[in-house]
């Protein structure tokens, strides 16, 4: 798979990523004790995180996950970059689609994900990202919850790069994806499905609060920016 970047208009999809018809299949473990917090960084330095499958969907063939996050105030974005590292080849990435465009159910199969709201607001933004190109947007009144009357989000713009071992996709949110600006720090979930070549999903995250994977829940969102 060669480089490839594309911008969508499309308008966003009508449904919400659901876990449930996966969850009951898999096994309760004891809850988690909560991570640090990756503390807000006021200089608008790129953060760099790791992700971690959760310890009920191991995957072997993945070595590791990071995300790289940063605002580009010039651009008015923030720029998300997932680097999936480990034996390709055993993995599902969906192939670049023909025409790139809003499509819900992403997380049925590879995709890269980002949870964002401001500390203490019940409300916020979940994106998807394909490798396929296509993309989804949601916007939620509180946990789970859909906010009928809330406009289509700006699309965002996505480029991916693969070499024997390592995927890459970036992605360039609009900054009015996010919510509205308010004075207390954004707080991040950034996250990931992965289809090895067998068809089993493996969920990551920064943090996994419960027993069962669930990126909707605050407790996983460790990663703070002003």
């Known amino acids: 798979m060669g480089l490839y970047a594309r911008i969508f208009t499309a308008p966003a999809p009508s449904n919400p990523c659901a876990f ?3 969850l009951k299949h898999l096994t309760p473990l004891p809850a988690m004790l909560p991570p640090m917090p990756l503390a807000a960084d006021r200089t608008g330095a790129p953060r760099r995180a790791e992700l971690f499958s959760h310890p009920a969907t191991p995957c ?9 996050l940063a605002p580009e105030p010039v651009a008015r974005a923030w720029r998300l970059e997932y680097q999936l590292h480990g034996r390709l080849a055993r993995l599902r990435l969906p192939a670049p689609a023909a025409c790139p465009a809003a499509t819900d159910g992403l997380w049925q199969h590879t995709c890269f994900e980002a949870f964002a709201g401001r500390m203490g607001e019940a409300a ?10 296509h993309w989804a947007a949601y916007t939620f009144r509180r946990e789970r919850e859909r906010d009928p009357h809330a406009p289509p989000l700006p699309a965002p713009r996505l480029a991916c790069t693969q070499t024997a071992d ?19 720090a954004w ?9 090895s070549a067998d068809g089993r999903l493996s969920y990551w995250a ?10 909707h829940a ?6 703070l920016l002003p």
């Not at 996994?208 to 994977?213: K, L, S, W």
């Open 20 to 22: 449930a018809h996966v």
């Open 60 to 68: 072997p063939d993945v070595t590791q996950l990071q995300v790289t």
């Open 124 to 133: 916020y933004r979940e994106f998807n990202f394909s490798p396929s190109g």
């Open 166 to 184: 390592v995927f890459t996709l970036r992605a360039w949110l609009p900054a009015a994806a996010l919510p509205a600006a308010g004075g207390s």
């Open 187 to 195: 707080q991040w979930g950034l996250s990931a499905v992965i289809e």
């Open 206 to 215: 920064l943090h996994h609060p419960a027993p069962r994977p669930d990126f």
């Open 218 to 223: 605050r407790g996983g969102w460790t990663l």
